[in-house]
């Protein structure tokens, strides 16, 4: 097996080529990228056979803007026998993996593979008891094995591999299953809640998501994003010259400012989270996420970067250089990570963690 398969979002396949490519040029691993436009998936084949598993492990999947999932695989199996699909699968997979904690039957996120996640989901289970006759899977799942994937392109043809458990995304297909809640203001509340599941463990929610905290959002209007705030229980800033949902102001959480999101100053010193969804010039957005994080203004970011026409790739790689410059100058220690959710559309979402102030005058928090 010497090629890793990148799932994404259907039309940014080249974004993630291009990313892929320079991450594994910087390991010096070297090879070629196979695209086609709106698959939602690339490939990576490694000049040397050795060299795909060491991708797998070396580069963090959390660092990957446009990737979904990461895996090794083999050669494409083409045309399965309709009586026996198991067994060329079980095949590919012997030598290469074992006692894998779970396997996922998937396919790409395009209309034309609507069809196939039918038969995916039937499939899973003769599959799933198959390899566990070959101990090649757990009799019962582990989340700290790899994960077996059976990746259908097509009816009968499928990519067969593997990923790691600590550098893959969590999710089936690489996409969390959110509900859209019929009381949200608009459906934008479904990216911050994505983020919130992407970026934040789930084990620090209490603390970093927990009640009682003080946020402001930018650019607030309907409120999707304060939505999401104000249903953790939070005390909301919602800066927008736009209305909010009556629903929101009801519930004695949001205070609405009228104002333009660049000039807006918080009128509190214990903001712990900024949001902001405005629709500008990505450095731009970025640069006012880096003032807010350098001035003290608030301890976690998460903002959208809405992507130009051409170029994306490197717009987002400009913003981010923007926003880890500015901290650096400025003494401020933090992490930066940036993704292309699943719910968003020509846009990146970006968290920023301050982990401590070097503001004169302001008490650190550490």
């Not at 009640?211 to 959002?217: C, L």
């Not at 409120?223 to 104000?230: D, H, I, P, S």
């Not at 989270?273 to 203004?297: F, Y």
């Not at 650096?328 to 719910?343: D, T």
Request: proline share 6%; hydrophobic share 40%.
């Amino acid at each position: 097996m010497n090629k890793v398969i990148l799932y994404c979002r259907p039309g940014f396949e080249k974004e993630c080529a291009a990313e892929i490519t320079d991450k594994a040029a910087a390991l010096e691993i070297f090879g070629f990228v196979r695209v086609k436009e709106h698959s939602g998936y690339i490939i990576f084949e490694c000049y040397q056979h050795d060299e795909a598993d060491r991708l797998l492990r070396e580069i963090p999947f959390a660092d990957l803007i446009f990737a979904r999932q990461m895996l090794l695989t083999g050669e494409l199996l083409r045309d399965l026998p309709p009586e026996d699909r198991i067994t060329p699968i079980v095949g590919m997979l012997t030598g290469a993996v074992n006692g894998a904690g779970d396997v996922r039957v998937e396919v790409p996120d395009t209309n034309e593979s609507k069809e196939l996640m039918k038969f995916c989901r039937k499939f899973t289970v003769p599959l799933r008891g198959a390899l566990r006759a070959q101990k090649l899977l757990t009799p019962q799942e582990k989340a700290n094995r790899p994960v077996i994937h059976v990746f259908f392109i097509a009816p009968g043809c499928c990519y067969v591999g593997y990923s790691y458990s600590n550098n893959n995304s969590p999710f089936y297909m690489g996409i969390p299953r959110l509900k859209f809640p019929s009381e949200a203001p608009s459906r934008s509340t479904l990216k911050l809640e994505e983020a919130f599941h992407v970026f934040i463990p789930s084990d620090e929610w209490d603390e970093r998501l927990g009640s009682g905290m003080y946020a402001v959002d930018l650019g607030a209007s309907p409120g999707g994003w304060t939505y999401q705030l104000v249903k953790r229980s939070m005390m909301v800033h919602a800066v927008d010259n736009g209305d909010m949902a009556q629903s929101l102001m009801d519930t004695g959480q949001v205070i609405h400012h009228h104002a333009d999101g660049f000039k807006f100053e918080p009128p509190r010193n214990n903001v712990y989270w900024l949001v902001c969804d405005m629709v500008e010039q990505p450095a731009r957005v970025a640069q006012l996420a880096a003032d807010w994080l350098v001035k003290g203004w608030c301890r976690e970011a998460i903002i959208n970067l809405k992507l130009p026409m051409k170029k994306r790739y490197e717009e987002v790689c400009q913003s981010l250089d923007l926003l880890r410059n500015s901290l650096k100058e400025n003494s401020v220690h933090g992490e930066i990570h940036a993704k292309q959710l699943y719910h968003d559309r020509e846009e990146v979402t970006v968290h920023i963690r301050r982990f401590w102030s070097a503001v004169p005058g302001r008490r650190d928090e550490r």
